[in-house]
């Protein structure tokens, strides 16, 4: 069965730091999706990032990095000198592609405090 | 393009009415759509898999005759919580997945149901 795990429940920083979100995964498909998602305290998901499990590039889109490590099943994301807006609670999910399985396995989520 | 509107964003009801919430797909087609309830400070919880023309699946544990789920069109899902109770006072967040093409969801910005 697929799982996904962020051990992170809740990480508090001053604005400016980096900070990085820990997400591992469990799946038995070769061919899968895995996403990021900002959830705001207004309740909207907000769509950060989707990577196949053949692209194991890493990404960068400002001051959003993400680590995609297949042999360790991680795919950590990284957000550098962080904001207030960056407050939000974030989630890693997994869709298994191959058996038509569209829908997501999330996280449990992590909470995300930026002090100014 | 590919937005997923969810209405209505709040609701209260007393307990035992039943409840109706839309998820319309507004510039695609959806022949899947997805229903999750996140509990306070909890993650989004996969309920249903919603199809269009045939029946829902259901998660274990899920309850199919309290959370009725129609998907008569292809922009067009309803969840009905039936005869609700306190404890059923979530968030509903729905998703759609194109009729076609890579692994796309798009999510709907939810559903705060509140019951008295």
């Known amino acids: 069965a697929q799982k996904v795990t962020q051990a992170q429940t809740e990480i508090s920083v001053v604005e400016k730091e980096d900070v990085t979100l820990d997400c591992v995964y469990e799946t038995r498909d070769t061919t899968y999706y895995l996403f990021w998602y900002k959830q705001p305290p207004s309740g909207e998901l907000v769509f950060l990032i989707r990577r196949n499990s053949f692209d194991e590039q890493n990404e960068i889109s400002g001051r959003y990095s993400w680590n995609f490590q297949k042999s360790t099943s991680s795919f950590n994301f990284t957000i550098t000198a962080s904001q207030v807006v960056d407050s939000a609670v974030y989630f890693c999910a997994l869709s298994e592609a191959q058996r038509g399985r569209r829908a997501l396995t999330f996280g449990s989520g992590t909470r995300l405090q930026v002090q100014p | ?116």
């Not at chain 2, 909890?42 to 544990?61: H, P, R, V, W």
């Not at chain 2, 789920?69 to 309803?78: C, D, E, G, K, P």
């Not at chain 2, 039936?82 to 194109?98: K, L, M, N």
Request: proline share 3%.
């Open chain 2, 1 to 116: 393009g590919a937005v997923v509107s969810q209405h209505p964003s709040r609701v209260i009801c007393k307990s035992g009415t039943s409840v109706k919430i839309e998820c319309r797909s507004l510039d695609f087609q959806a022949t899947t759509m997805f229903w999750y309830r996140q509990f306070p400070k909890q993650s989004l919880m996969l309920m249903a898999t919603s199809n269009e023309g045939s029946k829902a699946t259901y998660e274990q544990g899920v309850e199919k005759d309290k959370f009725l789920i129609n998907h008569a069109s292809l922009t067009l899902s309803t969840l009905t919580v039936t005869s609700a109770h306190p404890e059923d006072s979530s968030f509903y967040i729905c998703s759609a997945s194109r009729s076609s093409g890579a692994n796309v969801l798009t999510f709907g910005a939810g559903s705060r149901l509140t019951v008295l």
